[in-house]
């Protein structure tokens, strides 16, 4: 017995050191193929959003395959309208910049000649460097092209959504049939698909109301292309900590060197942005999905930057998702529960009692 023991004991190390060492080689593996794995990441949640609305409408009595079809069409008609707009959008703010950046530059000047005026004195040489291309050209070709990748990519994003889509209808099927007992897999696959599903429908949701009353806010204040702002708003909401304070820099920016804007007007488009992202992300956020689809500070800024390393600025925007997906999947089974606490915000109050878990959602229960 204790001979058993002391083999257990020294066996720790080793695993502890393996474990380790499957991570290395995981992480370099999704650093190496993120090109491939951003674009099949973005579609499995949208198809995970997705299959909500094909519930739904299955239960009203449509068939599967027709709920289907249909929300693939709202959600396309949706999202080529919103990219209509914002392109329309964007190509009026590209026709502007050159009258943007005169203005910039003039309050830059303003800037360092009040500066200058109180004795800090500035070389405008070594500022002007920090800017610079390495080959001296201009941005506009590198934007363009990024801008040209973005569409092949969303294109890509929208085949796979489609075709993950239909094959989500039958997966419980084809579980079923590959595994000799899918009783327990399938439960714990449900639990996870239903909690994953609440959290992505739930931080969608509190994404676009962000970027509604951004929208609202730069069109009552004043600001130049609202609806740009809006849907920046909306994409790094996702990214935490620092999204909302990103998505508030341009149009404070604008509005603080527009001819009809001001100090006053920045700071109350400033004003906004702080109660928008106060209101939704610390009120009305954590009491929808609750503690135990939380992450504790820390964790969510390391994540931020783990997966910003890994995908670039796509795992910035799914830091949050990513970090959630990975803690939904480690409570859905007993064996990792004990690391999905050490990843949450540690609030929850855990009940030993079997009557009292039966009547908490699933992604609360304990098994």
């Not at 079809?69 to 396309?76: A, C, G, I, P, S």
């Not at 595994?179 to 996870?192: G, H, I, M, Y």
């Not at 969608?204 to 702002?229: E, N, Q, R, Y």
């Not at 009692?353 to 039966?358: C, F, G, N």
Request: proline share 5%; net charge positive.
């Amino acid at each position: 017995m204790t001979k058993l023991s002391d083999d257990n004991y020294r066996s720790v190390p080793l695993n502890a050191t393996l474990a380790l060492a499957a991570l290395v080689v995981i992480i370099a593996g999704m650093k190496v193929g993120a090109d491939l794995l951003v674009p099949l990441l973005l579609a499995t949640f949208i198809a995970v959003v997705c299959t909500s609305p094909v519930q739904w409408l299955n239960r009203i009595g449509l068939s599967m395959r027709m709920s289907a079809f249909l929300t693939l069409m709202v959600l396309l008609g949706f999202l080529s309208l919103i990219g209509l707009l914002v392109v329309n959008s964007f190509s009026i703010f590209v026709a502007a910049l050159p009258e943007i950046e005169s203005r910039l530059y003039e309050q830059y000047w303003n800037m360092l000649n009040a500066l200058s005026s109180r004795g800090l004195a500035i070389n405008p040489d070594q500022i002007n460097s920090l800017f610079e291309t390495e080959d001296g050209g201009s941005w506009m070709p590198a934007l363009l092209g990024q801008l040209g990748n973005f569409f092949m990519q969303s294109i890509i994003v929208g085949l796979l959504v489609i075709f993950m889509l239909f094959e989500t209808l039958n997966v419980r099927e084809k579980v079923s049939r590959a595994l000799e007992n899918p009783a327990p897999s399938l439960k714990r696959f449900s639990e996870f698909s239903v909690t994953l599903k609440r959290y992505l429908a739930v931080k969608t949701a509190i994404s676009l109301a962000t970027g509604a009353l951004v929208w609202l806010s730069c069109m009552v204040v004043g600001v130049d292309f609202p609806l740009l702002w809006g849907v920046l708003a909306f994409a790094l909401n996702f990214i935490p900590n620092i999204g909302s304070a990103l998505a508030a820099i341009p149009p404070v920016l604008l509005l603080l060197v527009a001819q009809d804007g001001g100090a006053f007007q920045a700071l109350l488009l400033a004003s906004a942005y702080l109660v928008i992202n106060f209101v939704l992300g610390n009120l009305i956020e954590p009491r929808i999905m609750g503690q135990a689809l939380g992450l504790s500070t820390f964790v969510a800024f390391l994540s931020l930057v783990v997966w910003g390393w890994i995908f670039g600025a796509a795992g910035m925007l799914l830091s949050v998702v990513l970090t959630m997906t990975l803690k939904i999947a480690l409570d859905s089974h007993p064996q990792t529960r004990w690391i999905a606490r050490l990843l949450g915000p540690g609030k929850r109050r855990v009940k030993d009692s079997r009557a009292s878990d039966a009547s908490l959602p699933p992604w609360k229960r304990k098994n």
